[in-house]
């Protein structure tokens, strides 16, 4: 069975320190890749999302994640982390033609001012 | 729009009673999905439905019921409730490249 695993259940940084959330995913096929986050109180809202081409995708507030398909990866990534990206994260991967979606554990960020 | 709206937003249930939570959305689509999210599992599917008067099981669909009678609404029925139903869940629906959810029903069965 599909399985997607994130590395970190919790994570506490400092503002400006760098990030990476780690997710790794179980299917040998072609996959589309999404990044969602949670933040207190709010609706899961997407972050970014694969589906091919650069395997470097862009997202919204700063955010990147990287597609390596040798090491069935999709890794979360961000320079500077904020007091504001404090959240929940979630890495999730489609790979049938019902737009199901398989995810992960989910990641909790806190952001220390 | 309203987007993808759920109620109640919170519910206290006592085990063996029923309840329906509600979904709604205004965006026309044809996916939509029910979700539960416990803590530190991520989100498991319970039912998703393809279009109205088409529904299946997800991962999770035991102690569940779906029905699907117009585009815009997708409720979700617990006939007896058990704690190991007590959750968040939450329903969504797939636009064009992406999953929008609702702002989530916290219920607990005591």
């Known amino acids: 069975a599909q399985s997607v695993s994130q590395h970190n259940h919790h994570v506490i940084l400092s503002e400006a320190a760098s990030l990476e959330l780690g997710c790794n995913y179980s299917?040998?096929?072609?996959?589309?890749l999404f990044w969602y986050v949670q933040y207190p109180g709010q609706h899961l809202q997407l972050l970014l999302k694969?589906?091919?081409?650069d395997p470097l995708v862009k997202g919204i507030k700063g955010f990147e994640a990287e597609f390596i398909k040798s090491k069935f990866s999709f890794n979360l990534r961000k320079p500077s982390v904020q007091w504001s990206d404090t959240a929940e994260y979630f890495c999730?991967?489609?790979?049938?033609?019902?737009?199901?979606?398989?995810w992960g554990a989910g990641t909790k960020l806190i952001i220390k001012p | 729009n309203a987007g993808v709206t759920q109620t109640p937003k919170f519910r206290i249930l006592k085990i063996g009673q029923s309840m329906t939570l509600q979904c709604a959305q205004d965006?026309?689509?044809?996916?939509m999905y029910w979700y539960r999210q416990d803590p530190g599992m991520g989100l498991k599917l319970i039912y998703y439905?393809?279009?109205?008067?088409?529904?299946d099981k997800g991962e999770v669909p035991n102690g569940y019921n779906v029905s699907r009678s117009t585009t815009e609404d997708f409720p979700l029925r617990l006939e007896l409730a058990a704690p190991s139903q007590t959750s968040v869940y939450f329903c969504?629906?797939?636009?064009?490249?992406?999953?929008?959810f609702g702002p989530g029903t916290r219920l607990t069965v005591t």
């Open positions: 999730a991967v489609n790979a049938n033609s019902n737009y199901q979606l398989i």
């Open positions: 439905s393809v279009g109205a008067g088409i529904t």
């Open positions: 694969y589906f091919s081409g």
């Open positions: 969504a629906t797939q636009g064009a490249n992406e999953q929008y």
């Open positions: 299917y040998g096929g072609t996959v589309n």
């Open positions: 965006m026309n689509h044809n996916y």
